[in-house]
């Protein structure tokens, strides 16, 4: 069975910063790209970033250069470091398998993780 184990999430400052974390199981986590996502009230899901195995990071354009993605196979962590954290920042933020850089992998989603910021 397939767990995501999102955690992390609060309630935060506008400017201040928040690390995700998820430690998934039920699959082999170094077999995968690995990505995060987030979904506002009364929004779809989007695409914030993904980490592959060669080390290469992609990131939706809404990140600007706030926001690291990275992974840890040994530990089977993936993180998202989000720093200037900006109130449309509010969203419960999901990690999740890759399929490319952008897409995720099926339709599988964990419970994530809650982000509230603050203004």
């Known amino acids: 069975q397939i767990q995501f184990g999102e955690s992390g999430g609060g309630q935060v400052q506008a400017g201040d910063s928040l690390r995700l974390s998820c430690q998934p199981s039920?699959?082999?986590?170094?077999?995968?790209?690995m990505g995060w996502f987030r979904q506002a009230a009364g929004s779809e899901r989007e695409f914030v970033a993904s980490?592959?195995?060669?080390?290469?990071?992609y990131y939706a354009d809404f990140v600007k250069g706030r926001f690291t993605v990275s992974r840890d196979n040994e530990k089977r962590t993936l993180s998202l470091q989000m720093s200037g954290l900006e109130a449309d920042g509010t969203a419960v933020y999901y990690c999740?398998?890759?399929?490319?850089?952008?897409?995720?992998?099926?339709?599988?989603w964990g419970q994530g993780t809650s982000v509230t910021v603050s203004t």
């Open positions: 039920g699959f082999i986590f170094s077999s995968y790209g």
């Open positions: 980490v592959w195995n060669d080390g290469k990071t």
């Open positions: 999740n398998r890759m399929r490319s850089q952008k897409r995720h992998f099926g339709d599988f």
